[in-house]
C-alpha cells in the first residue's frame, strides 16, 4: 500500500473546494425552457404512454445519430436488456469486464451468461483478440462498451463476430453525440443502447434508448417496453413497461438544442485539464482523436503509482480531503464483484490493471477554469509530496500553485 501523507496537506489546512465537485453534475441548460414544456405536457393530460414529447424525442435522436430508429425506455439498462433480447440471443455473450457493473447485468437479466473478454491498455475498448480467445460453441453475441465515449474498434469486432456467426451490439451509454470514422455510433452492430441518466451527457433525468437500422429489433423493444401489446392493443408477447414518460422526455428535449455548446465546453475542459497535468510524472489524461465528434463527458485519468509516487486510491483520498470528488473507475471491474463470482476471471490482466490505475476527475459546465487548475494543482501537490517522500517526482518541485484564467462559457 502507497505510503498516505495527511490528506489535507496537499494545499493547507482547510479544504480547497468550500463545496463538494462531483463528477457528472447533471446539467440543465435552460430552466425556463424546460419549466414551460412541462407545463404544456401537465396542461394535455398525457403524461405517459407514448404521448408527443416522447415522440418528438424519438425523431430527433434518430436524426442526430442518423439512424432508422430509436426506441425510448425507462433507463440504459433497460435499454440494453431489451435490445439483447430483441436479438433472441442464448447462450453466452461476449462483453468487457471493465465497464459499468449495468452492462453485465443486462446480459443476465437477459437470460444469458456473460463471458468477460481483456480490453486495450490505450483504448479501453474490448480487446478484439481477446474476444476470439474466449468465443465457445455456445456464444450467441458480442457486447461491446464504446468507453469514454471513444468507438469500440468496431471493424475489428465486426470482423470476429462474421468469422464465428455471432450478433454484435454495443453499450453506447457514453457516446451520445459521438463519431467513429465519421459515422455516428448509434450506428453499429444490430443495435445500439443508449443510457440518458441524469449524471451522462444527454439527460432525461432517467431514461434510455434502443438505436438501429433493423426493423425487427426497434418493434420488438417496443413491444416488449409496452406490455408486448401489437398495434391492434393486444399483448403479441410476453412484454413489460419500461416506457419513458412525457416529463422526462421534455427534459430531454430542453437540451437538444444546447448539445453542440455542451461538447464544446467540455472540450474546453478536457484541454485545460491536459495542459495542467501533462507535466505530473505518471498522470495521463485518456486521449480524444480530434478527427470524431465526441462529447468530452468523462474526463479519465491514469495513475502509474510508481511514476507518480502514490496510488490512485491515494490520490482519489487526497482528493476528497479538498473536497474533489473523484470516481475510481470501474472498481472493482464486474468480474471482480460477488454478483459475478463464478464466471471466469481469466486473461483479464489489462482489466485489473486500469481498474486500479484509472480515476475520473469532475469537468462539465460546473467547472470554472480556476477550478479545473485547483484540481490540477491538487493533483500535483500530492505528486510532489509524494515524490519528497521517496517516490520518483521530486523534479517537480518548483511547482507553481495559483495560475488563473477563464471561460467566455
Ligand atoms: C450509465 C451506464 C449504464 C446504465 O444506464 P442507466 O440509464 O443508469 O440504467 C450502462 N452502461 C454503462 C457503460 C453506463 O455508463
Not at 425510448?72 to 455473450?93: D, S
Not at 463470482?341 to 486500479?356: D, I, P, Q, V
Given at each position: 500500500?502507497?505510503?498516505?501523507?495527511?490528506?489535507?496537506?496537499?494545499?493547507?489546512?482547510?479544504?480547497?473546494?468550500?463545496?463538494?465537485?462531483?463528477?457528472g453534475?447533471?446539467?440543465?441548460?435552460?430552466?425556463?425552457?424546460?419549466?414551460?414544456l412541462?407545463?404544456?405536457?401537465?396542461?394535455?393530460?398525457?403524461?405517459?404512454?407514448?404521448?408527443?414529447?416522447?415522440?418528438?424525442l424519438e425523431?430527433?435522436?434518430?436524426?442526430?445519430?442518423?439512424?432508422?430508429?430509436?426506441?425510448a425506455?425507462?433507463?440504459?439498462?433497460?435499454?440494453?436488456?431489451?435490445?439483447?433480447?430483441?436479438?433472441?440471443?442464448?447462450?453466452?455473450?461476449?462483453?468487457?469486464?471493465?465497464?459499468?457493473?449495468?452492462?453485465?447485468?443486462?446480459?443476465?437479466?437477459?437470460?444469458?451468461?456473460?463471458?468477460?473478454?481483456?480490453?486495450?491498455?490505450?483504448?479501453?475498448?474490448?480487446?478484439a483478440?481477446?474476444?476470439?480467445?474466449?468465443?465457445?460453441a455456445?456464444?450467441?453475441?458480442?457486447l461491446?462498451?464504446?468507453?469514454?465515449?471513444?468507438?469500440?474498434?468496431?471493424?475489428?469486432?465486426?470482423?470476429?463476430?462474421?468469422?464465428?456467426?455471432?450478433?454484435?451490439?454495443?453499450?453506447?451509454?457514453?457516446?451520445?453525440?459521438?463519431?467513429?470514422?465519421?459515422?455516428?455510433?448509434?450506428?453499429?452492430?444490430?443495435?445500439?443502447?443508449?443510457?440518458?441518466?441524469?449524471?451522462?451527457?444527454?439527460?432525461?433525468?432517467?431514461?434510455?434508448?434502443?438505436l438501429?437500422d433493423?426493423?425487427?429489433?426497434?418493434?420488438?423493444?417496443q413491444?416488449?417496453?409496452n406490455?408486448?401489446?401489437?398495434?391492434?392493443?393486444?399483448?403479441?408477447?410476453?412484454?413489460?413497461?419500461?416506457?419513458?414518460?412525457e416529463?422526462?422526455a421534455?427534459v430531454?428535449?430542453?437540451?437538444?438544442?444546447?448539445?453542440?455548446?455542451?461538447a464544446?465546453?467540455?472540450r474546453?475542459?478536457?484541454?485545460?485539464?491536459?495542459?495542467?497535468?501533462?507535466?505530473?510524472?505518471g498522470?495521463?489524461?485518456?486521449?480524444?482523436?480530434?478527427?470524431?465528434?465526441?462529447n468530452?463527458?468523462?474526463?479519465?485519468?491514469?495513475?502509474?503509482?510508481?511514476?507518480?509516487?502514490?496510488?490512485?486510491?491515494?490520490?482519489?483520498?487526497?482528493?476528497?480531503?479538498?473536497?474533489?470528488?473523484?470516481?475510481?473507475?470501474?472498481?472493482?471491474?464486474?468480474?471482480?464483484?460477488?454478483?459475478?463470482?463464478?464466471?471466469?476471471t481469466?486473461g483479464?490482466?489489462?482489466?485489473?490493471r486500469?481498474?486500479r490505475r484509472t480515476?475520473?476527475?469532475?469537468?462539465?459546465?460546473?467547472?470554472s477554469?480556476?477550478?479545473?487548475?485547483?484540481?490540477?494543482?491538487i493533483?500535483?501537490?500530492?505528486?510532489?509530496?509524494?515524490?519528497?517522500?521517496?517516490?520518483?517526482?521530486?523534479?517537480?518541485?518548483?511547482?507553481?500553485?495559483g495560475?488563473?484564467?477563464?471561460?467566455?462559457?
Amino acid at each position: 500500500m502507497t505510503q498516505r501523507m495527511h490528506p489535507a496537506a496537499a494545499l493547507g489546512p482547510s479544504p480547497a473546494f468550500a463545496e463538494p465537485v462531483v463528477v457528472g453534475k447533471p446539467w440543465t441548460p435552460d430552466r425556463g425552457r424546460l419549466l414551460a414544456l412541462i407545463g404544456d405536457v401537465l396542461d394535455s393530460g398525457r403524461l405517459s404512454n407514448g404521448g408527443p414529447a416522447v415522440t418528438e424525442l424519438e425523431r430527433r435522436v434518430a436524426d442526430l445519430h442518423g439512424v432508422r430508429h430509436c426506441v425510448a425506455v425507462c433507463n440504459g439498462t433497460i435499454a440494453l436488456e431489451l435490445a439483447l433480447r430483441a436479438a433472441c440471443l442464448t447462450g453466452e455473450v461476449v462483453l468487457p469486464s471493465f465497464t459499468f457493473v449495468a452492462t453485465a447485468h443486462a446480459v443476465r437479466r437477459a437470460g444469458l451468461v456473460p463471458v468477460f473478454a481483456d480490453v486495450d491498455p490505450v483504448t479501453h475498448n474490448l480487446d478484439a483478440n481477446a474476444v476470439e480467445r474466449v468465443i465457445t460453441a455456445r456464444t450467441s453475441a458480442i457486447l461491446g462498451v464504446h468507453l469514454w465515449g471513444r468507438a469500440c474498434d468496431v471493424a475489428a469486432l465486426a470482423g470476429v463476430a462474421r468469422r464465428n456467426g455471432l450478433q454484435l451490439l454495443f453499450d453506447a451509454a457514453h457516446a451520445f453525440g459521438c463519431s467513429h470514422r465519421g459515422r455516428m455510433i448509434g450506428t453499429f452492430g444490430r443495435a445500439e443502447a443508449f443510457s440518458f441518466h441524469a449524471t451522462k451527457f444527454f439527460h432525461t433525468v432517467e431514461g434510455g434508448a434502443v438505436l438501429t437500422d433493423d426493423d425487427e429489433i426497434a418493434e420488438s423493444v417496443q413491444r416488449q417496453r409496452n406490455f408486448g401489446f401489437g398495434p391492434s392493443g393486444e399483448a403479441l408477447i410476453v412484454g413489460g413497461n419500461a416506457k419513458l414518460n412525457e416529463i422526462s422526455a421534455t427534459v430531454g428535449l430542453s437540451q437538444l438544442d444546447s448539445l453542440e455548446q455542451l461538447a464544446a465546453a467540455n472540450r474546453r475542459r478536457y484541454e485545460l485539464y491536459r495542459q495542467g497535468l501533462r507535466d505530473i510524472p505518471g498522470i495521463s489524461v485518456v486521449e480524444y482523436s480530434l478527427a470524431e465528434r465526441l462529447n468530452y463527458h468523462y474526463l479519465a485519468v491514469e495513475v502509474d503509482p510508481q511514476e507518480t509516487g502514490l496510488d490512485r486510491d491515494a490520490l482519489v483520498d487526497i482528493l476528497l480531503a479538498e473536497n474533489v470528488i473523484a470516481r475510481p473507475y470501474f472498481s472493482p471491474p464486474c468480474h471482480l464483484m460477488p454478483a459475478y463470482r463464478g464466471c471466469s476471471t481469466r486473461g483479464l490482466e489489462e482489466t485489473e490493471r486500469l481498474s486500479r490505475r484509472t480515476v475520473a476527475l469532475p469537468t462539465g459546465p460546473a467547472m470554472s477554469a480556476d477550478d479545473i487548475h485547483l484540481v490540477c494543482d491538487i493533483v500535483g501537490a500530492a505528486a510532489e509530496l509524494a515524490g519528497r517522500n521517496g517516490g520518483p517526482s521530486g523534479r517537480h518541485a518548483d511547482r507553481k500553485l495559483g495560475r488563473s484564467g477563464s471561460f467566455a462559457s
